[in-house]
């Protein structure tokens, strides 16, 4: 027979099982101090340390992140439109619930992989990147630059870590984790989108066109 005990909150369960397997070992609550945190749980699973796996993989419904800057800035200091093609890149990484960063091809986004696949039939990826350029044109006294969002997709679960020998005072760990990351083009219904943005020039930016090499041109400044 099997004992869970449950952290504060519900967010962590343990499962205390005897040396052979043949009795339940009756644990009592543990001290928040002798939990481990969600931080410490994960660590082990990407280490190797604890024997993981994502069980009962949920995925959400795709959604459109939010527009980022992916390419330079182009700053018009002329009296003219500014036409120029410009380069881009974007790197697109997941995170779970509490903002850890899943690394692509690291033992935890291959867990998860390997759950969703599974589950679902298809692979899972835990970052995407992608290039290319667009013409874009500034107005007079602005700035231009390239924006990107990206499809993304969560993926909900519960880790399951499993020791040799006890750890904190059990086998077995449980915790639920929610893992935010890029999705497919087209994933249900929904785009990638790049855009060109411009926004009017500072006042302190309108003061540097007027000096040096910036004066009546166009020029481009790091992202």
Not at 92 to 106: C, I
Not at 139 to 164: C, F, L, N
Request: glycine letters at 10%; aromatic letters at 8%.
């Amino acid at each position: 027979m099997n004992s869970r005990v449950m952290r504060n909150g519900g967010r962590l369960a343990a499962l205390s099982v005897a040396a052979l397997g043949m009795t339940a070992a009756m644990a009592l609550p543990a001290a928040a101090a002798d939990e481990p945190t969600r931080k410490e749980l994960i660590a082990d699973c990407a280490s190797g340390e604890g024997k993981c796996s994502f069980n009962d993989p949920v995925l959400g419904k795709a959604f459109l992140g939010e527009f980022r800057q992916v390419s330079n800035s182009l700053y018009n200091c002329s009296t003219s439109d500014a036409t120029q093609s410009m380069g881009w890149s974007d790197s697109v990484g997941s995170t779970d619930s509490v903002g850890v960063s899943v690394t692509a091809g690291g033992k935890i986004a291959g867990i998860v992989d390997v759950s969703v696949t599974a589950n679902y039939g298809h692979s899972w990826s835990s970052s995407h990147e992608e290039n290319s350029s667009l013409n874009m044109t500034v107005k007079p006294g602005e700035v231009g630059w390239i924006s990107r969002a990206q499809v993304m997709q969560t993926v909900s679960g519960t880790w399951q870590t499993h020791y040799d020998s006890p750890k904190w005072g059990h086998y077995y760990w449980y915790v639920p984790d929610t893992i935010t990351g890029p999705a497919k083009n087209g994933t249900d219904g929904q785009s990638n989108a790049v855009v060109v943005k411009t926004r009017k020039m500072t006042s302190a930016e309108k003061a540097s066109c007027s000096s040096g090499s910036k004066a009546g041109k166009a020029f481009t400044a790091q992202r």
